[in-house]
């Protein structure tokens, strides 16, 4: 019989920032629109294009995390 394991939630310290998280995120998007830019991409320029998006994306997903658990917002 498999015995459930209990994760701790992070300790808000060791999280990084929403803040944080949004300027690495605005960072891919300079480099995506430097990209864009191009009227032709390279096959590494692709690979780096696509791996952009998904990093983004992945910011994207852990700062929405970060806002439920209320990571940012001041205790009452």
Known sequence: MQTAKFTELPQPSSLPSIHQLAQEHSLYERRL????????????????????????????????????????????
């Open 33 to 76: 629109d430097t990209l864009r830019a191009k009227t032709y991409l390279t096959e590494q320029e692709q690979m780096e294009e696509v791996r952009l998006k998904k990093l983004k994306l992945s910011l994207k997903d852990e700062m929405e995390r970060l806002r439920r658990l209320g990571v940012d917002f001041p205790q009452s």
